[in-house]
């Protein structure tokens, strides 16, 4: 194991702002700034604040992202807050203030049953039904504090425009899915399956449990099998073999630069990205890893096109998590994102061919596909549970 760079060398990127098909896109790749932008914006508030989040934490950050909320419910506008139960470790009394302010609440799965199984890893938060932050990020002080803090390296995305109207659209067939106490797992499902991105230059897409793939699954898929660049940063990177097929083609065709954490909370997602590794570089790609602090993010740029959002590059992400990603089209943002991936490729550690044979003894091989299994057949909390001393 290579000695790990300093957090306190790395410096996230300043925000940057890309106007594209009537819409303007802010990047947030900093976590102070990203804060205090999701702070500024509750206080702004009008008429409505719709949020969802996957993880949302009784900590610092979480209790002033809840104060905030009650501030502005007492001030007449409507917030209405939904949390996934798998991901959120606060109990329902610490949402409590909202609902006696006046808002809703509500918990994404709040008892055992089948639609127990279905994890939730979106993260919306849409203000004035006219302004949308999306990303990867949770509420929760690991993903607000700088690298020096050990922070997670992670985005969040402002955008302004008329997919904000796709983006209310679905929070709300998913808040009323969530407070319908007979609501069916295969009603999800179809919703997930019924979901009509269009065929536009920016499309919201979603994914989730479907029989069939999802539009997030299909978009991304139709994306790789005609590209001859990608550039993707990846806190999770397990995908199924027909994603690993198409890249390693891309890479034979083009170009192709993956960052991979250096350090997670869950090793084991570690070593199921290094399982990977082989076949990628052997077919050319370039693979980095992020030292500074533990990485987050989940960002795809693929020729003239940009993805962001929730989504991990995994087989949970792509077939069976609920999860939301943007797709634009804009040669102008994908060489600023690119820009920016430069940055952290700066301060990432080149996985060549060299280093992975040196890495992989007979043991750590063992460990990366045990790691494979864990992630890719259990679910994350399990993995990380057991971790395979990693």
Same mark, same amino acid.
Request: glycine share 6%; proline share 5%; net charge positive.
């Given at each position: 194991?290579?000695? !790990?760079?300093?957090?306190?060398?790395h410096?996230?990127?300043?925000?940057?702002?890309?106007?594209?098909?009537?819409?303007?896109?802010?990047?947030?790749?900093?976590?102070v700034?990203?804060? #205090?932008?999701?702070?500024?914006?509750?206080?702004r508030?009008?008429?409505?604040?719709?949020?969802?989040?996957?993880?949302?934490?009784?900590?610092?950050?979480g209790?002033?992202?809840?104060? +905030?909320?009650?501030?502005? @419910?007492?001030?007449? =506008?409507?917030?209405?807050?939904?949390?996934?139960?798998? $991901?959120?470790? /606060?109990?329902?009394?610490?949402f409590q203030?909202?609902?006696?302010?006046?808002?809703?609440?509500?918990?994404?799965?709040? %008892?055992?049953?089948?639609?127990y199984?279905?994890?939730?890893? @979106?993260?919306i938060? &849409?203000i004035?039904?006219?302004?949308a932050?999306?990303?990867?990020?949770?509420?929760?002080?690991?993903?607000? +504090?700088?690298?020096?803090d050990?922070g997670?390296?992670d985005?969040? &995305?402002?955008?302004?425009?008329?997919? =904000?109207?796709?983006?209310?659209?679905?929070? $709300?067939?998913?808040?009323?899915?969530?407070?319908?106490?007979? /609501?069916?797992?295969?009603?999800?499902?179809?919703? &997930?399956?019924?979901?009509?991105?269009? !065929?536009?230059?920016?499309?919201?897409?979603?994914?989730?449990?479907?029989?069939?793939?999802?539009?997030?699954?299909?978009?991304?898929? @139709? #994306?790789?099998?005609?590209?001859?660049?990608?550039?993707?940063?990846?806190a999770?990177?397990s995908?199924?073999?027909?994603?690993? %097929?198409l890249?390693?083609?891309?890479?034979?065709r $083009? #170009? &192709?630069?993956?960052?991979?954490?250096?350090?997670?909370?869950?090793?084991?997602?570690?070593?199921?990205?290094?399982?990977?590794?082989?076949?990628?570089?052997?077919? $050319?790609?370039?693979?980095?890893?992020?030292?500074?602090?533990k990485?987050?993010?989940?960002?795809?740029?693929?020729?003239?096109?940009?993805?962001?959002?929730?989504?991990?590059?995994?087989?949970?992400?792509?077939? =069976?998590?609920?999860?939301?990603?943007?797709?634009?089209?804009?040669?102008?943002?994908?060489?600023?994102?690119?820009?920016?991936?430069?940055?952290?490729?700066?301060?990432?550690? !080149?996985?060549?061919?060299?280093?992975?044979?040196?890495?992989?003894?007979?043991?750590?091989?063992? @460990?990366?596909?045990?790691?494979?299994?864990?992630?890719s057949?259990?679910?994350?909390?399990?993995?990380?549970?057991?971790?395979?001393?990693?």
């Amino acid at each position: 194991m290579e000695p !790990e760079s300093e957090a306190s060398k790395h410096e996230y990127p300043a925000p940057f702002q890309v106007e594209a098909h009537d819409h303007i896109f802010e990047f947030l790749p900093d976590g102070v700034h990203r804060y #205090d932008a999701l702070l500024a914006m509750i206080d702004r508030a009008e008429s409505s604040i719709d949020m969802f989040y996957y993880m949302f934490q009784d900590d610092s950050a979480g209790q002033i992202v809840r104060d +905030k909320l009650v501030a502005a @419910q007492k001030r007449g =506008v409507h917030v209405h807050l939904v949390v996934d139960r798998f $991901g959120t470790d /606060a109990k329902e009394n610490f949402f409590q203030p909202i609902v006696d302010a006046g808002g809703e609440f509500a918990i994404f799965n709040p %008892r055992w049953s089948v639609r127990y199984l279905i994890r939730n890893h @979106q993260k919306i938060t &849409v203000i004035d039904k006219k302004t949308a932050v999306l990303g990867g990020f949770n509420i929760s002080d690991h993903y607000f +504090k700088p690298p020096e803090d050990n922070g997670w390296a992670d985005l969040g &995305v402002l955008v302004h425009g008329p997919v =904000v109207k796709d983006v209310c659209k679905w929070f $709300g067939e998913l808040s009323s899915w969530t407070e319908n106490p007979k /609501a069916q797992y295969r009603a999800i499902r179809t919703m &997930v399956r019924d979901w009509d991105p269009g !065929e536009g230059p920016v499309r919201f897409l979603v994914g989730g449990p479907t029989r069939i793939p999802s539009n997030w699954n299909k978009n991304v898929k @139709q #994306d790789f099998a005609k590209a001859s660049r990608l550039d993707l940063v990846m806190a999770y990177f397990s995908p199924p073999r027909s994603f690993r %097929r198409l890249i390693r083609k891309i890479a034979k065709r $083009g #170009d &192709v630069r993956l960052i991979m954490a250096g350090k997670s909370d869950n090793g084991a997602t570690i070593g199921a990205a290094r399982a990977t590794y082989g076949a990628l570089l052997r077919a $050319g790609a370039k693979v980095y890893e992020f030292e500074p602090c533990k990485l987050h993010m989940k960002l795809i740029v693929v020729d003239d096109l940009v993805y962001f959002g929730s989504a991990n590059f995994d087989h949970r992400s792509i077939r =069976v998590n609920m999860e939301l990603m943007v797709r634009i089209e804009s040669p102008e943002m994908a060489e600023k994102v690119r820009a920016m991936i430069d940055t952290m490729q700066a301060d990432s550690t !080149e996985v060549t061919r060299e280093l992975h044979r040196k890495r992989g003894s007979l043991f750590s091989r063992f @460990q990366w596909y045990l790691s494979w299994f864990l992630v890719s057949t259990l679910d994350y909390t399990v993995s990380r549970r057991l971790n395979a001393g990693l």
